[in-house]
């Protein structure tokens, strides 16, 4: 009896001994006890495999990442006085090349410039250019110019604040208008737009504060409007050059 008592009791012991050695498996799985050199060999290779990733983005770094962190063709300048118009910071710039657009940082509780702009000429090079003007002394103050970085929040922006301006989606009239004024009324828009026939004006605003987010989408009785509507993209409304564009349709 003794010797078939001792039978079972060998035959737990592996079993015991394997359901101990399962909470001390090392992260790829593999028992530390049982295989000591194959998860050695394991970790070599999966402490290998992440040099590929390194390697490709240093990779990527010397063939031009600097090209994709920065957005074309734009500057930001920084550092002006808070008088500052912009006819005068349009002048500024203008002697470099031809501006594409011109936008105004501005505070939001009274709409005054806070000394920060950002420039987008119709080239790379011209805004290469333009940055000369680092370091120049406007008023008591000293301006800085440099190149505008993309971040996850002008990513963001492009949805909106296009970087090319989209194809005409099929069955489209509406446009989007950004770049507004943060005074504008429904009234400046209806005059800015007189050549053409509009059926409605939709103002973005901000459910917090319940003010203008400085764009509205447009939209116009019919498809001749709203190509005459297009065609005056970056013409100024109220000193202003306005973004006009073909609206996105989001489709469910």
């Given at each position: 009896?003794?010797?078939?008592?001792?039978i079972?009791?060998?035959?737990?012991?592996?079993?015991?001994?394997?359901?101990?050695?399962?909470?001390?498996?090392?992260?790829?799985?593999?028992?530390?006890?049982?295989?000591?050199?194959?998860?050695?060999?394991?970790?070599?290779?999966?402490?290998?495999?992440?040099?590929?990733?390194?390697?490709?983005?240093?990779?990527?770094?010397?063939?031009?990442?600097?090209?994709?962190?920065?957005?074309?063709?734009?500057?930001?300048?920084?550092?002006?006085?808070?008088?500052?118009?912009?006819?005068?910071?349009?002048?500024?710039?203008?002697?470099?090349?031809?501006?594409?657009?011109?936008?105004?940082?501005?505070?939001?509780?009274?709409?005054?410039?806070?000394?920060?702009?950002?420039?987008?000429?119709?080239?790379?090079?011209?805004?290469?250019?333009?940055?000369?003007?680092?370091?120049?002394?406007?008023?008591?103050?000293?301006?800085?110019?440099?190149?505008?970085?993309?971040?996850?929040?002008?990513?963001?922006?492009?949805?909106?604040?296009?970087?090319?301006?989209?194809?005409?989606?099929?069955?489209?009239?509406?446009?989007?208008?950004?770049?507004?004024?943060?005074?504008?009324?429904?009234?400046?828009?209806?005059?800015?737009?007189?050549s053409?026939?509009?059926?409605?004006?939709?103002?973005?605003?901000?459910?917090?504060?319940?003010?203008?987010?400085?764009?509205?989408?447009v939209?116009?009785?019919?498809?001749?409007s709203?190509?005459?509507?297009?065609?005056?993209?970056?013409?100024?409304?109220?000193?202003?050059?306005?973004?006009?564009?073909?609206?996105?349709?989001?489709r469910?």
């Amino acid at each position: 009896m003794a010797a078939e008592d001792q039978i079972p009791r060998a035959q737990a012991n592996p079993e015991k001994t394997k359901k101990r050695k399962k909470p001390k498996k090392d992260k790829w799985g593999q028992p530390i006890a049982a295989a000591a050199d194959e998860p050695a060999v394991e970790q070599v290779q999966e402490q290998e495999a992440p040099e590929e990733p390194v390697a490709a983005a240093a990779a990527a770094a010397e063939g031009g990442e600097g090209a994709e962190s920065y957005e074309r063709g734009k500057v930001v300048a920084s550092g002006m006085p808070y008088t500052t118009t912009e006819e005068e910071i349009r002048e500024l710039f203008d002697q470099f090349g031809p501006i594409r657009s011109l936008q105004l940082s501005r505070f939001p509780d009274s709409g005054n410039f806070r000394g920060l702009a950002f420039v987008t000429f119709e080239s790379d090079e011209v805004a290469m250019k333009s940055l000369e003007l680092d370091g120049s002394k406007i008023g008591n103050r000293f301006m800085r110019v440099e190149r505008c970085r993309v971040t996850a929040s002008s990513k963001r922006q492009k949805k909106t604040e296009f970087q090319s301006d989209p194809e005409k989606p099929d069955g489209c009239l509406s446009a989007y208008v950004g770049n507004l004024s943060w005074n504008i009324t429904e009234k400046d828009l209806r005059d800015f737009f007189k050549s053409s026939r509009i059926a409605s004006i939709r103002f973005a605003i901000d459910n917090r504060t319940g003010d203008s987010r400085g764009f509205c989408h447009v939209d116009f009785e019919d498809d001749e409007s709203l190509e005459k509507a297009v065609g005056m993209n970056q013409s100024e409304l109220r000193g202003r050059p306005v973004k006009i564009a073909y609206a996105i349709i989001n489709r469910a």
